[in-house]
């Protein structure tokens, strides 16, 4: 069975805090990674894709991939309060699998 | 009209009710798909359409039939459902025929089933 694995939380975070996500993988084909924010009854949005081993920066959102250790992350830095989401890791080979999510709350 | 939109946003059924989802992407995608969200579990696909393909997931019990006319349309026909079927189903397109591409969601339909 090829997994995401999160952390599911709540992870929570003083505003102005860095919040680190992380999201680790089974299938070593992976190719493309992602990162989607869901808001509390609304639907996922994308925020973050990464495709190569390293660091891709969007702003306050940095992710990390490192392939030879299966583990993508997604750092938020200067998290404020209407970064409080549930955060979706998903990756992709054959098809594209979800984590269950991370739950951050940041703190005013 | 912007984006993918879903239509009902919520619906409560019978277990022998006859209802359908619908789902209408304004992005010029390729591909559509319906995902199940039940709490704290992973996204679950259910079905995916593409422009030479329907993919369905084996683990998907007959009782929910997807239906796709063109490639802005999707639907999802639901029957003789159960109470474990209450969730959110969210239907997402993407640009790219493969079913990796970058999804953009509808806002979901909340199902409850009595």
């Known amino acids: 069975q090829k997994e995401v694995e999160q952390n599911s939380g709540p992870l929570s975070v003083p505003e102005g805090a860095i919040a680190s996500l992380n999201c680790t993988y089974s299938?070593?084909?992976?190719?493309?990674f992602f990162w989607y924010r869901q808001y509390s009854g609304k639907s996922p949005e994308l925020i973050m894709s990464?495709?190569?081993?390293g660091d891709k920066e969007d702003g306050r959102f940095t992710a990390q991939l490192n392939k030879a250790s299966q583990y993508v992350s997604l750092l938020i830095r200067d998290s404020q309060p209407s970064d409080s989401a549930t955060y979706l890791c998903?990756?992709?080979?054959?098809?594209?699998?979800f984590g269950a999510g991370t739950r951050l709350t940041v703190k005013p | 009209e912007t984006g993918v939109t879903q239509t009902p946003r919520h619906l409560v059924m019978g277990m022998t009710n006859k209802k359908s989802l619908k789902c209408e992407q304004h992005?010029?995608?390729?591909?559509m798909y319906w995902y199940k969200q039940s709490a704290k579990k992973p996204l679950e696909l259910m079905f995916v359409?593409?422009?030479?393909?329907?993919?369905e997931n084996n683990s998907v019990p007959s009782r929910f039939s997807p239906e796709c006319p063109n490639s802005s349309h999707l639907f999802l026909h639901l029957h003789t459902l159960q109470p474990e079927d209450s969730a959110l189903y969210l239907c997402?397109?993407?640009?790219?025929?493969?079913?990796?591409?970058?999804?953009?969601f509808g806002e979901g339909s909340r199902l409850t089933v009595l």
């Open positions: 997402a397109s993407s640009l790219g025929k493969r079913r990796t591409g970058e999804l953009f």
């Open positions: 299938d070593r084909v992976s190719q493309s």
């Open positions: 990464i495709y190569s081993n």
């Open positions: 998903a990756v992709t080979a054959d098809d594209m699998r």
């Open positions: 992005l010029g995608h390729n591909a």
């Open positions: 359409y593409s422009l030479e393909e329907r993919v």
